[in-house]
């Protein structure tokens, strides 16, 4: 098996998505060195085998040094705001 796969064969291999293996990596969760590498020409390569022990892991993600943890989602607390109700507008007619 290949330790070594380009995030798009990650992707079709795992069926994780780019966007989740980016976010992945703002959040610090996957760090260089770790689940990420980049390879001498500068392509970022994925780490099946620190994958694979990240997964079994069970730990939650650990912030990255110096990074804020950003949530793509809206905290869970409370209910979500209510939109405001527009009134419809007539179209604007040529005279």
């Not at 992945?24 to 996957?30: E, H, I, L």
């Not at 500068?42 to 994958?51: N, S």
């Amino acid at each position: 098996m290949v330790r070594f796969v380009t995030i798009n064969k990650f992707c079709d291999m795992t069926g994780y998505t780019r966007r989740a293996v980016e976010g992945k990596r703002q959040t610090g969760a996957w760090t260089e060195g770790g689940v990420i590498v980049k390879a001498p020409d500068g392509h970022i390569l994925i780490d099946i085998e620190e994958f694979e022990r990240w997964a079994l892991s069970g730990q939650e993600p650990q912030k990255a040094p110096g990074r804020p943890m950003k949530s793509p989602m809206r905290p869970d607390f409370g209910p979500p705001p209510q939109r405001r109700k527009c009134s419809p507008r007539s179209p604007k007619l040529d005279t």
